[in-house]
């Protein structure tokens, strides 16, 4: 079945960044021009995705409202023939009518719980998941990679990227199954965290899904896991017991802006490529 939608969990307190994030949504943090939001949003638009589905909790009523019709600022930007550009901008922020969803996660029971509170709005038909945290740069969208690669699979796929050997306890690393098929790997398992002289592979877990819709039929009843809430990752262990799971080695660099340091090196990897700040940017930095 084609991938026709995609959950997006906003709902974090964005503990890692505070107090930027104390009256802002971290989803909505700028990096250069646009709130990292847009960019994950974008993604999933390049790779077909038709219908947003947010998983938003209390406090982040600002999302919903970034990405509607905004009457009175458009009105008068349109007012003024020298802000059409800007104007262009701000309408590629709109979500079609229909095509978004806001749901909301009462109580901040883990991620397994954010993704099974989009079940009614899912339906039975596999589904993306986009973790809003993480930001991909690459030439070709990494979600519309992971499409065309199901579209090959089926399955159920998480996106990879491979880590520094020394680095491997830092992340949640897939264990491969067989040779390659490309970038596609055949999975036997996940481990979050190993000791570098444990760990099955280099290649960490990077924020994107592609999951079959038993997902959240295992969700419903999983037991709190690892900090006492509701983990994905638990419920994908079983669902491999049952499906093919796949891992796809995407093309592109992930930038984790739910963290300072990955929030920065986001900021600078966009605004050196920027098309209006670029060659300023880089001068800029060059003299730092």
Known sequence: MTIRKAVLPVAGFGTRVLPATKAIPKELLPVVDRPALQYVVDEAIEAGIEHIVFITGRGKSAIEDYFDFAFELETNLRSKASKAAILADVEKTRLPAGGASFTRQQEALGLGHAIWCARDIVGDEPFAILLPDVIV???????????????????????????????????????????????????????????RE????????????????????????????????????????????????????????????????????????????????????????SKV
């Open 198 to 285: 444990e760990a099955p592979s280099n290649l960490a877990i990077t924020g994107r899904y592609i999951l079959q819709p038993e997902i959240f039929g295992l969700l419903a009843d999983q037991g709190a896991g690892a900090g006492g809430e509701i983990q994905l990752t638990d419920a994908m262990a079983r669902l491999m017991q049952m499906q093919d799971f796949y891992a796809y080695e995407f093309e592109g660099a992930p930038y984790d802006c739910g963290s300072k340091l990955g929030y920065f090196e986001a900021v600078l990897a966009h605004a050196i490529d920027h098309s209006e700040i670029g060659a300023d940017a880089r001068e800029l930095i």
């Open 137 to 195: 740069k690459a030439e070709k969208s990494c979600l519309a990679q992971m499409v065309e690669a199901y579209g090959k699979s089926g399955g159920n796929i998480i996106a990879v990227d491979p880590v520094p050997e020394e680095r491997v306890s830092s992340y949640g690393v897939i264990a491969p199954k067989g040779e390659p098929d490309g970038r596609l790997i055949q999975m036997s398992g996940m481990v979050e965290k190993p000791p």
